[in-house]
């Protein structure tokens, strides 16, 4: 912080101004100052403001306040291609020709300035399929930002597959579509998106897979008491489709420990979609008790993870959920939220008490009707040491303690607010809260310095603040206040101010005050003293509101017709739909922008400081991230240093079948499930005049449940997202499924697996028959003179599936279909799905490399041909050739030049080993035009430093 300089022609009375503006400059937002002229400054100031880079004024403006008054002085946007570099503000006062006030600071330059949304279908693809993705480019009010943008695809090499430059969206948004090749490499792919010098990235994963047809969960407390001899749980094995597995469940506990490797305990049973499970502690204890020698206590107080592995026993497919339980020495749970962690003497305590069930369970109402009883000792000592597990016996022993013994009831969420009044002396003060047999406590031992000991306190009663929603709130101090003065604080920015004089008061929250906002309020005395105090609260944004989609119907058929209702908030909006197979989100969560994905991107703008004293007035305004500039006292901390410099983040249809009256149905013209896509809808469209879309759909194949979630994207509003995916269940009483995987091998045999599943009242006898096919062919294994290769027959109970096996050998590579028809008396299905079938023998790879000159001003066309010459024992139809463009000298290895960048150090040639290679990387990035600005930031700085 600069000296002040204050230029006056006679001494003022009082103080007169006092200047407050954030320590950030972020490129495509504002510079706001906060300007309040006090009762004794001069009747009218001219205030400029200019922001000076590299000693050359590039923002500025000036603005007239008048005497006792509060307001903001904004200046002009900060380009967003401003570069990075040493910003600084310059703030003066001018009247009736004299200077009343000069100061200048440094600001910090935070790159950040745009969020970008990359959003995924899916987290992972196979082979062949469509990788689908949407880029959103927002403000941080979430409004949206057009520009041009570069996107690139790149494999696990690093290497460029495909590329689109100068992408313009509509409102921010831009939709896209790449499909990987037959044989792309696998691992983990990006899409990365370049704008205003900046690159941002999404991972993918391509892999060779199975849909996962269920899932598993572990359902256990949080807490485990030291009391208990077991350890309890529910695991739920439940299908796509709503339906419950059956099979066997493993179920692992071990101490989860640092010391060694630790003994577990593992039993097996069965499961029909869910069961109850225990872990012995006492036998876990004994297991290990020799490895215990850390240990001086009988209690056990390991955490224990358990591991519950569900296998499927039609299919012997296993899937597997594990979770960790910690010790706990009550059975019971209460902790202080939040409270005061300095003494404003003469104000109230605040406190925000908690009280919970160690199972996570809620409180009962018999449980509830006992107390919570806070105990609060003050004292008027500097510090006091005596321990609070005896703090009555030390109420009676002990000269200078008051003691205050608070009674509250516990409501059905189990929070309590609570404040109690703090004595005009009292420097410290510690409090206790026990419920039953839980306990704990707190201490305060700084009291708030103020000249004047005069306290300014704000507080509200509103714990879910939503943006658009007033909010209540009030201020307390321990003398008279006339008025005073109030800033927003968001994102590092002004968003509001304001002047108030009665002490309950409303603001109504915005978008852009999400997800943070601190409330600052301040005044200054009769002695010139500042006083002030903050509050930070949380800010729902409204996101949810802006978009509502719904299904006409929540249960299905496959195939049948449905409709999905769109509702937004503004006409002319961009919305964005994505409706895919619940399996799909067993493999990994894709990059969907939902409302925590934009509350994460909306706390990247927030600046990383931690105060974790506020001891003065002046600190107040530090933990806000404010520069500040008066000729009033303000108060620094006298006892802790605090950073004066930020810490930065680290930039068809078919018809309902009926069974005939008359007799069986008929099952000749069985319909034929062939549609089993892994995303239905990926749909982009536009509102026009209304604001409602209904589309009609047919639901695909699958038996499973999907997945609908949607974002809009409006001029006015900006961006919204639905709250939680809408699911629609697409299922059928009885139906075939088949257990295939990824890929197959020609000539080899394979056992197709045909599961068949009666939810069906009664028993099902069931006829299944294997399609014939010119791509494989049936291998005979029954010896019998009618035994029919195609066919067999199982009964099928009711609730419940039977497996049926028909030996095959593949004849054909590439993809061939598989049909199974299975029909009862009551009812049929028929499925059409496609298997992989791969060559068999050894992969051999050859290559050849050639260098196309393309240099010179002229556009031309350069050819060149290679002659491959395969072995005469390659296998059959397996060549495939694959062809790598790199448009670079170096090659494949231009992708690891950034790493040549480095910090120089030593002296001599140990500093110049590492300082030279910044210089030629430099030079080799800037004349290919490969140069990004994060790289040459980042070599310029190590240059100058070493």
Known sequence: LLPLLLLCGSAAAGPTFLVAVPCDIRPGANVTVGVALLPDSPAQVTVRGEVIRNNETILSREMVFEKDSFGTLVLPVLPLNSASGNYELLVEGHADGQRIFSNRTSLMYVSKSISVFIQTDKSMYKPGQDVLFRIVTVYPDLKPYKVPLNIYIRDPRKKLIQQWLMEEGDLGVVSKKFQLSANPPLGDWSIEVEMNGQVHYQRFKVMEYVLPKFDVMITTPLYYSLRDEDVSGVVTAKYTYGKPVKGTVTLTCLPVSYWTNQRNITTTMEINGSVNVT???????????????????????????????????????????????????????????????????????????????????????????????????????????????????????????????????????????????????????????????????????????????????????????????????????????????????????????????????????????????????????ELGVVVNDVLTVPIQPVLDDKIKISWSKNKVKPSEKVSLKISTTEPGSV?????????????????????????????????????????????????????????????????????????????????DMTVSKNGPPDFSNVYVRTHFPETWLWIDTKTRSDTETTMEVIVPDTITSWVASAFVMSENSGLGVTTAPVELEAFQPFFVFLNLPYSIIRGEQFILEVNIFNYLKEEAEVTVILGMNDAFEIILTSNEINATENQQSVSVPSEDGRTVQFPIKPKQLGEIPIKVTAISSAASDAVIQKVLVKAEGLEQTYSQTVLLDLTGNKRQSVSKTLDFTFPSDVVHDSERVQVTAIGDLLGPSINGLSSL??????????????????????????????????????????????
């Open 279 to 525: 872990c012995n502690k006492l036998m876990l204890q004994n297991l290990n008790a020799e490895l215990f020698w850390h240990q001086d206590g009988s209690d056990y107080t390991d955490p224990i993870e358990m591991i519950a592995v569900v296998t499927e026993s039609l299919t012997g497919i296993s899937q597997n959920s594990s979770t960790i339980i910690f010790p706990k020495q009550s059975d019971y749970f209460i902790e202080f939220l939040d409270y005061s962690r300095v003494i404003k003497p003469s104000l109230n305590f605040i406190a925000t008490l908690k009280v919970s069930r160690s199972d996570s369970n809620q409180l009962t109402a018999e449980e509830r009707q006992n107390l919570v009883t806070v105990t609060a000792k003050q004292s008027d000592l500097l510090f006091h040491h005596s321990s609070l597990s005896h703090l009555e016996n030390e109420a009676t022993e002990e000269r200078n303690l008051t003691v205050h013994v608070l009674n509250f009831t516990v409501p059905e969420n189990g929070i309590i607010d609570m404040e109690f009044p703090i004595l005009s002396d009292t420097k410290t003060l510690r409090v206790q809260a026990e419920f039953l047999s839980s306990r704990t406590d707190i201490g305060v031992y700084d009291v708030f310095n103020s000249p004047s000991q005069t306290y300014l306190q704000i507080k509200t009663k509103m714990q879910d603040i939503k943006a658009g929603k007033p909010f209540e709130l009030s201020i307390a101090s321990n003398k008279p206040v006339r008025e005073f003065h109030y800033l927003v604080l968001s994102k590092e920015q002004i968003v509001a101010f304001g002047t108030k004089s009665a002490k309950t008061f409303t603001l109504t929250a915005e978008n852009s005050w999400a997800p943070l906002a601190s409330i600052l309020v301040f005044y200054v005395d």
């Open 575 to 655: 919305i964005g739909l994505a409706v895919v197979d619940k399996s799909t989100k067993l493999l990994g969560e894709n990059s969907d922008i939902t409302e925590d994905s934009v509350l994460h991107e909306l706390n990247l703008y927030s600046t990383a400081q931690y105060f974790p004293l506020v001891r003065g007035s002046f600190s107040v305004f530090q933990k806000c991230n404010l520069w500040v500039s008066t000729d009033a006292i303000l108060e620094e901390d006298k006892e802790h240093f605090l950073y004066g410099g930020m810490i930065p983040i680290e930039d068809g249809f078919g018809d």
């Open 901 to 946: 960048i480095r910090m120089p150090y030593g002296c001599g040639e140990q500093n110049m080993i590492n300082f030279a290679p910044n210089v030629y990387v430099l030079q080799y990035l800037t004349e290919t035009r490969q140069l990004r600005e994060d790289i040459r930031s980042k070599a310029i700085s190590f240059m100058r430093k070493g």
